[in-house]
């Protein structure tokens, strides 16, 4: 079935390690998206890449860092997790990105979870 | 300095009425407003979106309408069906930063 997958589903952390959040689409979508969704905050954009080889920086990204190597995965390093990064993350694709045109439908992952004691 | 929010964190409707959900932004630079459905342990999923030069979208039994002086949009969904109970999540487009901005949530509960 395509869509996104999402690896890990859950993650428990201890504070300073590092961790990366693996995401692939097979929609051959350009644009690809990572969120964070809080309780009160709703989804908050970290990174972004419109295409493959561009990256972008969203809403909140600081402590993390993300690449686009090719068009199907987006991976998302936290490089010394702490407990402010506990969240659900989302990975998110478009078509063609958000600008221009008419707004592009984001598919989403099913999440992962992730706690950093 | 939310700039799209969901006043309601949650609603409650009886099956088979309407179910209005809100949202209000800031921004008059946003073009385009989606709102997406998201069921537990799922990504959200899309539902419906309008342009901001249009007042209304329908599509089956979602219907979105936009007041662009009031900076307001509302979901319509008729009849609430238990099926429809999920997060709803309302977002904007700004085209200038290239992203969606997106409302903290309403939890919206269809009761029998």
């Known amino acids: 079935i395509a869509g996104i997958t999402q690896a890990p589903t859950s993650q428990i952390l201890a504070a300073g390690r590092r961790m990366t959040l693996r995401c692939t689409q097979d929609?051959?979508?350009?644009?690809m998206y990572w969120y964070r969704q809080d309780l009160g905050l709703g989804l908050r954009l970290i990174h972004y890449?419109?295409?493959?080889?561009?990256?972008g920086k969203g809403e909140v990204p600081d402590g993390y860092s993300v690449s686009r190597a090719n068009t199907d995965d987006f991976p998302l390093t936290l490089a010394s997790a702490v407990p402010s990064q506990t969240s659900v993350y989302f990975c998110?694709?478009?078509?063609?990105?958000?600008?221009?045109?008419?707004?592009?439908?984001?598919?989403f992952g099913p999440g992962t979870r992730l706690t950093v004691l | 300095d939310q700039q799209v929010k969901q006043n309601s964190p949650s609603l409650s409707v009886q099956e088979g009425r309407i179910s209005i959900l809100n949202c209000d932004y800031t921004?008059?630079?946003?073009?385009?407003f989606l709102w997406y459905k998201k069921y537990p342990a799922e990504g959200p999923t899309f539902l419906i979106s309008?342009?901001?030069?249009?007042d209304k979208n329908e599509d089956g039994r979602f219907t979105v309408f936009l007041n662009k002086s009031a900076k307001h949009l509302s979901l319509h969904i008729v009849p609430s069906q238990p099926g429809d109970s999920a997060v709803y999540f309302c977002?904007?487009?700004?085209?200038?930063?290239?992203?969606?901005?997106f409302g903290q949530g309403t939890r919206l509960t269809i009761n029998p």
């Open positions: 998110a694709s478009s078509e063609h990105g958000t600008s221009g045109g008419a707004a592009d439908e984001q598919f």
């Open positions: 929609m051959r979508h350009n644009a």
């Open positions: 890449s419109n295409t493959a080889g561009t990256t």
């Open positions: 921004n008059s630079m946003f073009d385009y």
């Open positions: 309008i342009s901001s030069i249009k």
């Open positions: 977002a904007a487009r700004d085209q200038g930063a290239q992203k969606l901005v």
